[in-house]
């Protein structure tokens, strides 16, 4: 595309600006007009919106590519980063990139550049300099037999299962998506026969794949779960699980299947089409042509990604919640995404093409950060739950099993109280958890699951996203209740794992609404009728946890098999947390209150859900008690 342009376009600015926003209806009007930046920007989105509405923005930052969303019905259907192949004066904002993503994940290049990230890494990141001499190995560990050519044949012995090797060396770890299918695992049956040798037809592709990267590196060792832990014996695999933290914080780094949606799909492969630079060519004013570089980028893993998007980008592994500790306790990570290969650290992100680089990633816990927050250190750990209830579960059971590793490293920095996914030194902020739904979700509440999980007052006991709506950090908070008590029975062997029981008794201000819902709405419920008795109508926000049946002459969180029936003026207990106050008294304080129902057993209560609501007289009524919740 060729031509001169001397004046400023309304619409595109010339692609001078740091932010632009576009729609269909300049689409259709610019396809053909006057501005040549115009009808090239259509050029490049034209084929991924297929005559849909859209949005369009272009953002800019100095020394990055800029970044094209395109969201669709308001949902970001993809997201283009732009480069140029040459330096342009035409294109100041677009950068020049001497290497595009390579069409295999298993080129030289893709090797020089994990060799190049992990060599820098080791020698001059501050924070990521490895101990003087290599880590004790895992409990148990993979040997890597094969040294040779690649691939080897199908009966070639290629792994052997070590046992408490005495050695000290450097090991990769593999986080990666199980799937329904796995050929082969550690049992007590085979134990013997893993340690006589795997042969390479035995293995998976992602382990051949993991195998492949360990001999590239020239490293020995190759901790995989699901062949280093007996999956069948709960004793061992209690106590190896809650050795997570450290078998992943001392790898030397860990390979992230990011693109593989099991163990079947090859992570060294050819890339996707979809994942492939387009080179859109333009002619400068001189007459020198150039190449505009559009490359798809994932949306999985940002801020704006959900399950849907991940799993169309090809990245599973960010949906699943065993992953998500393996990732932040990981000092060094290499993401195999669809796209690329991106690296990181605790010092740097960097992307294959060398673009964008970031400094201090957040994508692993650094222990020298977590000890210089403070009790910033809990905000940060309600922003990891957030993060991790969104992930999917095979078992539910295994909720707080993985995020054990997570726990244990903060345990060790903070020597704080951990009871089924929240801390104690955090009451009440994070008792104030509530259930959440992205926009546009009308289907009803799910019930809890039949299995014993956490207790009530535990996110963990609901299997659904998360957040903490109560006591912002901008806001002043003030609490109203103390903590009697709280304490969970370990179900097994791993003390941050599974519990068989929990109990908390609070003391504070107690009072009863009487509480109506005639149909199903979408979450979160805002009912701004709560009668509380005689009183006034009080404004105010009710999100139930789960399902509510009636139980009696009140509630109960609803199990498996139950329905939802409307129900009329049921008596609820509340207990009230505290209360956000505005520093800049523009708006009243807003209270949040633990509403509670039948637990069935006498004098016991259940959380059935969150309550804010605004200042009313019902308060000064109510009355200082002791209440338990299981």
């Known amino acids: 595309m060729s031509g001169v342009t001397n004046s400023i376009c309304r619409f595109c600015h010339n692609w001078t600006s740091w932010w632009l926003t576009l729609d269909r209806q300049w689409l259709d009007s610019q396809r053909d007009g006057d501005c040549k930046y115009c009808r090239f920007l259509a050029q490049i989105v034209s084929p991924h919106v297929s005559g849909r509405e859209f949005d369009l923005t272009m953002m800019s930052c100095p ?21 140029l192949d040459h330096e342009s004066e035409e294109f100041r904002l677009v950068p020049f990139c001497p290497t595009s993503p390579y069409p295999r994940s298993d080129s030289d290049e893709c090797f020089q550049f994990l060799r190049g990230c992990l060599r820098e890494c080791l020698s001059s990141h501050q924070f990521c300099t490895p101990a003087p001499s290599p880590p004790s190995l895992p409990r148990r560990i993979l040997k890597i037999e094969r040294k040779g050519r690649w691939p080897p044949s199908g009966d070639e012995k290629v792994l052997r299962l070590c046992e408490d090797e005495a050695d000290r060396a450097h090991y990769v770890a593999l986080s990666h998506c199980w799937g329904n299918h796995q050929p082969l695992r550690a049992l007590l049956s085979n134990r013997q026969m893993l340690m006589e040798g795997i042969s390479f037809s035995q ?9 492949h990267v360990c001999i590239r590196m020239e490293i020995d060792y190759l901790w995989i779960d699901s062949l280093c832990i007996i999956q069948n014996d709960d004793k061992d695999w209690e106590t190896e699980s809650a050795k997570m933290c450290d078998y992943y914080e001392n790898a030397i780094f860990t390979i992230s299947a990011s693109s593989s949606r099991d163990g079947s799909v090859p992570f060294l492969r050819q890339r996707p089409e979809m994942w492939r630079p387009q080179y859109f060519r333009y002619v400068e004013s001189s007459g020198r ?28 592994l960010t949906t699943r919640a065993w992953t998500f500790q393996e990732g932040l306790l990981s000092k060094r990570v290499m993401y195999y995404t669809g796209a690329n290969l991106v690296w990181a650290c605790h010092t740097a992100k ?15 816990l650094c222990s020298r950060e977590l000890s210089s927050l403070g009790k910033d250190a809990f905000t940060f750990w309600r922003r990891l739950i957030s993060q991790f209830s969104s992930r999917d579960l095979t078992y539910p059971t295994d909720c707080l099993p993985a995020l054990s590793g997570v726990a244990t490293k903060f345990q060790r920095q903070l020597h704080g109280n951990y009871v089924a996914g929240l801390w104690r030194e955090d009451f009440p902020v994070s008792l ?38 109560g006591f912002l950090d901008n806001y002043k908070s003030e609490p109203f209740m103390t903590v009697e008590e709280v304490r969970c029975k370990p179900a097994g062997l791993n003390p941050l794992g599974r519990v068989s029981s929990g109990q908390l008794v609070l003391r504070g201000i107690v009072f009863e609404i009487s509480l109506s819902q005639q149909q199903h709405l979408s979450r979160p419920v805002m ?40 129900y009329s003026a049921i008596s609820i207990l509340c207990i009230l947390l505290g209360a956000d106050l505005n520093p800049e008294q523009t708006e009243g304080p807003n209270f949040h209150a633990l509403m509670l129902g039948d637990s069935g057993k006498g004098g016991v209560y259940q959380r059935l859900g969150m309550a804010q609501l605004e200042y009313s007289d019902i308060f000064d009524h109510g009355t200082k008690a002791v209440v338990r919740i299981e």
């Open 63 to 83: 020394g990055t590519r800029p970044l094209i969303q395109l969201r669709v019905d308001g949902n970001l259907e993809v997201l283009l980063g732009l480069y």
């Open 203 to 211: 293995l998976l592709a992602v382990f051949q794949d993991a195998i």
């Open 289 to 316: 042509p150039i190449n505009v570089i559009a490359q798809r980028i994932a949306r999985a893993g940002g801020y704006l990604s959900t399950t849907r998007q991940a799993i169309e980008d090809g990245d599973v």
């Open 350 to 364: 960097l992307e294959e093409d060398r673009r964008n680089p970031q400094i201090n990633s957040a994508d692993q």
């Open 432 to 469: 104030t958890w509530a259930v959440s739904r992205r926009k546009g979700d009308l289907s009803p509440p799910k019930s809890i699951h039949d299995e014993y999980i956490a207790p009530s007052w535990s996110w963990a006991s609901v299997g659904e996203p998360i957040y903490f709506p």
């Open 527 to 566: 009912t701004p009728g709560f009668q509380l008795g005689n009183s006034s109508d009080l404004l105010a926000t009710f999100i139930e946890d789960c399902v509510l049946v009636r139980s009696g002459s009140t509630l109960r969180r609803g199990r498996p098999g139950d329905r939802f029936q409307p």
